[in-house]
């Protein structure tokens, strides 16, 4: 959802008068206003979705982030039914980053919009709310590899629940973050090798 100067305007005082007036409804003019300003009208059909008419598709980078929360959901809370003997099991076979794996985030210098599409989601709207409160800059490039790791998921998750989040899907999953070609990948500032 895209909004003219002149839209914005008018959407900034109106919200304005609202604030000022104290209007308490379902309504949060300063929540209006930040999205507006900042270009993220998506936001509010997700925060109000019974004032905008359906089938309003996100921007593309917003339903990247929310995949890959979700993979991320789903690889945290596997992680964290596993026994001791399962997670050694999974360190092995995903030894760079089977290691208590945790959604590290965007980068905040040169994926400053996703982390912010993150903070949106997350802080803003209460989705995802596992992740709330996290630290999001990852202080490194990660949106290649969540790509890849978005591939292999897809595949797992579509092939029925018999396979998902196994140990060897999980492996599977984290090891798809790798470099392809180099075999390397930065992990916590840190070169490693594959």
Do not use: C
Not at 34 to 52: D, E, K, S, T
Not at 73 to 84: K, L, N, P, V, W
């Amino acid at each position: 959802m895209e909004f003219s100067n002149q839209q914005k305007l008018i959407i900034t005082l109106l919200t304005d008068i609202h604030a000022r007036l104290g209007i308490d409804n379902s309504v949060d003019p300063l929540f209006v206003q930040r999205m507006v300003q900042r270009g993220h009208g998506w936001a509010l059909g997700w925060a109000y979705p019974g004032l905008f008419e359906d089938g309003i598709e996100p921007p593309e980078a917003v339903t990247f982030v929310a995949e890959v929360l979700t993979m991320w959901e789903a690889i945290e809370e596997t992680y964290a039914g596993f026994d001791q003997a399962r997670k050694d099991q999974l360190a092995e076979l995903a030894p760079t980053f089977g290691r208590d794996p945790q959604f590290r985030g965007f980068d905040g210098s040169h994926e400053a919009d996703l982390r912010g599409i993150v903070h949106i989601l997350v802080d803003d709207l209460g989705r995802w709310p596992a992740f709330r409160g996290r630290d999001t800059d990852s202080h490194r490039i990660l949106a290649d590899g969540y790509r890849r790791m978005l591939e292999v998921y897809a595949r797992i998750a579509d092939s029925g629940p018999e396979s998902r989040l196994s140990v060897e899907a999980l492996a599977e999953i984290l090891n798809a973050k790798i470099i392809p070609k180099s075999g390397m990948e930065l992990d916590a500032n840190v070169l490693r090798w594959a």
